[in-house]
């Protein structure tokens, strides 16, 4: 970023704050949320993604990999041959869904 516009943006967040704009604000005091996932991501899909979060409507893949998620513990709980087998399925199934629909949103967003 250019120098000034660098001390243009802290001048007006210092001003915001001397004016108790920056109060009572959702979120205040709390630590920021973990982004730490975004860094790979271009800024235009990671802002797309959060807006979509809080608006609650996320793409087929952020549903998916939940279920993933939940189907790797439920791996892990399982006990004996017959319910692993079954889990580990669940798993697969739910790993190639994922794939597919990460690789279809990627296909819409490219230019």
């Known amino acids: 970023m250019d120098r000034s516009f660098d001390r243009l943006v802290e001048t007006q967040i210092r001003k ?3 004016e108790g704009k920056l109060r009572g604000l959702s979120g205040e005091g709390r630590p920021l949320p973990d982004r730490s ?6 800024m235009a899909t990671a802002v797309a993604t959060r ?6 409507a996320l793409p087929e893949e952020f549903r998916i990999r939940k279920l993933l998620e939940a189907a790797k513990q439920s791996y892990r709980n399982a006990e004996g041959a017959a319910e692993k087998r079954a889990a580990m399925a669940l798993v ?3 790993e190639q869904r994922y794939h597919i629909a990460v690789e279809a949103r990627r296909r819409f967003m490219a230019p």
């Not at 996932?37 to 271009?42: C, I, K, L, P, Q």
């Not at 807006?51 to 609650?56: P, R, S, T």
């Open 51 to 56: 807006l979509m979060a809080e608006a609650g």
């Open 16 to 18: 915001a704050l001397a």
């Open 37 to 42: 996932g975004e860094a790979f991501t271009d």
């Open 92 to 94: 697969a199934e739910l």
